[in-house]
């Protein structure tokens, strides 16, 4: 499941949501070129992780970068509070800019995903040519 805590690490005030993983599985992500048609970041995981990546968007604040997967392909995915920019790639990864509202909508998606041994759900912001996010519980292995 992970432990989140919050640091300072810069300085600055500005507070960095950081996990310790133990031997469970953690939230993963992948970016795909073309998946099902779109550009797509997946990130998935088990029940309790995507419990706590809900929690992690419940709780974003004004000037929160959080890391938010192990990603599996080398590109981290950062969870920024801001405007809704959705998801944009980046020179370490990608940055996925939320504004409190949506964020809270989309922690509302992956808590219905709880409840069920397998499922996804879209978490879209209604951006142009824009990078799809699916989140997926129990329907991947650790490494795609």
Not at 36 to 44: F, N
Not at 105 to 122: M, N, R, S, V
Not at 125 to 131: E, F, K, R, S, T
Request: include cysteine; glycine fraction near 10%.
């Amino acid at each position: 499941m992970g432990v989140w805590t919050w640091t300072d690490e810069v300085g600055l005030g500005l507070l960095f949501f950081q996990r310790c993983y133990p031997l469970d599985m953690p939230i993963r992500s992948k970016y795909f070129e073309d998946f099902k048609g779109d550009p797509t970041v997946l990130l998935w995981g088990d029940a309790p992780d995507l419990r706590e990546l809900s929690a992690a968007l419940r709780n974003i604040g004004a000037n929160v970068s959080i890391p938010i997967s192990i990603a599996t392909d080398g590109k981290t995915v950062i969870l920024k509070s801001g405007s809704s920019l959705g998801i944009t790639s980046t020179d370490m990864g990608f940055e996925w800019e939320l504004s409190e509202g949506d964020a809270g909508a989309f922690a509302d998606k992956i808590e219905a995903l709880l409840d069920a041994p397998t499922g996804h759900q879209y978490l879209d912001v209604l951006q142009q040519n824009a990078i799809a996010v699916i989140v997926s519980n129990g329907e991947y292995p650790e490494a795609i």
